[in-house]
């Protein structure tokens, strides 16, 4: 059965005004219009929905008990077809799922919880570990807010450049690659231990030392930034990671930083999402919110930090 979902307006001002002439007024039509709207409802209804009384018009019994729910229906409808109201992140209640690199999540997870708690304490984050890029979970809805180091290639995956992070060395006190600079050949020889989910022992360093003529020794693959830092610590094994994501873990382990002996590009770092999300205030609220929150960690470090070299970030 097909409806004319104006009707429910018309019923809605009928039941509102207690007449034709009264209706038609509301809605801006004629009242012959309004009449004939009548008729229609009538009929869809099974119902007389007004009737005459004297020289006025009075509600049936079932018009009376379905007034509320008709003029609920048509305030629903007018809110979802309208443009958006202004987010109230008070009475915000919403889950988000937020899929980082674990060492990204490790670096600004508590931050972005705790501002979120402070401006909108009915949201609540899902912060996912990340098994590796899948535009299909962005596209499903199930992945909210992502990121990566690669821009996306779909057209319907969004992205937005957080910062550009160096590679840096990191060795516990006392190791031998901290007596002088380190050049290539000594960190080459190192024993080394590469950051792969998969359990990769070679990575793009391996194919940037092939181009100097040398190998390095990987000996271990470890599956998570924080876990091949512990081992660093551990083990004397030498790991080279990006350096904003991971310098607070690095200053609580005790470890020291150095320079990596190469010349190689600053790995960008992106923000992904969902075209679907474009005008949606609250998740462009929360991405804006997420993006202040990653940009803290390319801001000027701290003279207690001693930086190697001046930070590049956006």
């Not at 979902?5 to 809605?12: F, G, I, P, Y």
């Not at 987010?87 to 670096?107: E, G, K, M, N, Q």
């Not at 030498?238 to 310098?247: E, H, K």
Request: charged share 20%; net charge neutral.
């Amino acid at each position: 059965m097909q409806l004319d979902l104006n009707l429910l307006t018309a019923l809605d001002a009928l039941l509102e005004e207690g007449s034709v002439a009264g209706a038609a007024a509301r809605l801006h039509v004629t009242a012959p219009a309004m009449s004939r709207s009548l008729g229609r409802i009538r009929k869809a209804t099974g119902d007389q929905i007004l009737v005459r009384t004297g020289r006025s018009m009075v509600p049936t019994t079932r018009a009376l008990a379905m007034r509320a729910q008709v003029h609920a229906l048509v305030q629903e409808a007018h809110q979802l077809l309208s443009a958006q109201q202004e987010l109230d992140l008070a009475a915000l209640d919403r889950v988000f799922t937020v899929r980082w690199h674990d060492a990204l999540t490790a670096a600004s997870g508590t931050a972005l919880i705790s501002a979120v708690r402070r401006q909108a304490p009915g949201v609540r984050l899902r912060l996912s570990a990340e098994p590796g890029a899948d535009d299909a979970e962005l596209r499903r809805g199930e992945i909210d807010l992502e990121s990566s180091s690669t821009a996306p290639t779909l057209p319907d995956i969004r992205h937005r450049l957080v910062g550009r992070d160096r590679l840096i060395v990191t060795v516990r006190p006392g190791h031998p690659l901290t007596e002088g600079a380190p050049s290539l050949e000594r960190y080459a020889a190192a024993e080394h231990l590469t950051v792969s989910r998969r359990g990769s022992l070679r990575d793009p360093i391996d194919d940037a030392l092939t181009t100097h003529g040398l190998e390095r020794r990987v000996v271990a693959a470890g599956p998570t930034a924080a876990f091949a830092l512990q081992l660093a610590l551990d083990t004397g094994l030498v790991v080279t990671l990006p350096d904003a994501v991971t310098r607070t873990a690095r200053e609580q382990l005790g470890l020291v930083t150095l320079p990596l002996p190469l010349q190689l590009p600053e790995v960008p770092l992106y923000l992904l999402w969902h075209q679907r999300y474009d005008d949606d205030r609250a998740h462009t609220w929360l991405r804006t919110l997420a993006t202040e929150t990653v940009q803290a960690l390319f801001a000027p470090p701290t003279t207690s930090q001693q930086p190697l070299t001046d930070q590049s970030g956006q």
